[in-house]
């Protein structure tokens, strides 16, 4: 069963500036919640705090809850690396060890927690994770070449191959396209429709076409003057683009703002 999640009344800060203020919303199981708003709103920051890296950065806190069924990730008695492990993150720019050879990159992100993993079951990892990010048949006959050597959305495909063979309940990615072409976004966009049967997916999207055409809920943030982002609307992605309840929010997806 994929995961659900909860943000309640998250506020988010980097030192005295508060970049997100008192935001609650649920994220369902097996769908892909978009957040979606103008640059600078605090979408990344956001995502950052569905798997405690916000916290890597220097002077950077929260406040507020984020549960991962039922449970906050932010309990003092919860392990971060944990967190980390189970809800899993990919980036805007492909970011595969460019030395690594693909069958190395898979297993990157789980050898940080088992140093050791026989051969037999290393193989079958690397097999399931590729299958699952729809890049096998690509690269079956030549695992031993560097993740440099692949197109740009195999190097994504192969990013979420990494994330998945940690076996995360929950896949978040920022902006996963925003660095690919027409042909190898839709080929991420067809994956990410397969991948919500398992998993609980919530994406960073910058593009309005692209939230309409993959997500089930969307989140739309703006920050005003004093550059806090905040909640305007959370719905379905159907009533987001059909019919917002908030003026702010038609006035961004029709290209009036941001
Ligand atoms: N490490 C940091 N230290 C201080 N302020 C930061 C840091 N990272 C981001 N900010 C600020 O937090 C606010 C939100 O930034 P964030 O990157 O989350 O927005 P965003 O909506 O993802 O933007 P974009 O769409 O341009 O990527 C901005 O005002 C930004 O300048």
């Not at 609650?24 to 990344?44: E, R």
């Not at 039922?70 to 899993?88: K, M, N, S, T």
């Not at 050791?116 to 006959?141: F, H, M, N, T, Y």
Request: hydrophobic share 40%; glycine share 6%.
């Amino acid at each position: 069963m994929a995961a659900s999640m909860a943000v309640e009344r998250l506020s988010a800060f980097y030192g005295s500036f508060q970049a997100l203020a008192d935001i609650t919303f649920p994220i369902h199981p097996a769908a892909v919640t978009a957040v979606i708003g103008p640059s600078g709103c605090g979408k990344s920051t956001f995502i950052r705090c569905l798997n405690r890296l916000h916290e890597l950065a220097p002077g950077a806190r929260i406040s507020g809850r984020v549960l991962l069924d039922g449970v906050d990730i932010y309990d003092p008695a919860i392990d971060p690396a944990r967190v980390r492990q189970l809800i899993g993150m990919v980036f805007q720019k492909p970011n595969p060890f460019p030395h690594l050879s693909i069958y190395d990159n898979v297993l990157a992100g789980i050898r940080l927690h088992h140093s050791r993993i026989p051969k037999p079951q290393a193989d079958d990892i690397v097999e399931r994770s590729l299958r699952a990010a729809a890049l096998w048949d690509e690269v079956k006959d030549k695992l031993g070449a560097p993740g440099s050597s692949l197109s740009g959305g195999q190097q994504q495909r192969l990013c979420i191959a990494r994330a998945l063979a940690i076996e995360p309940e929950v896949l978040l990615m920022d902006e996963p396209t925003s660095a690919l072409d027409p042909i190898a976004t839709y080929h991420i966009e067809e994956l990410i429709a397969e991948l919500k049967r398992r998993y609980t997916i919530v994406i960073v999207t910058h593009n309005m076409q692209q939230a309409a055409r993959i997500a089930d809920y969307v989140a739309f943030l703006l920050a005003g003057e004093e550059r806090t982002g905040r909640l305007i609307e959370f719905d379905t992605a159907e009533q987001i683009f059909t019919n917002p309840k908030r003026r702010e929010t038609e006035e961004y997806i029709t290209g009036k703002i941001g």
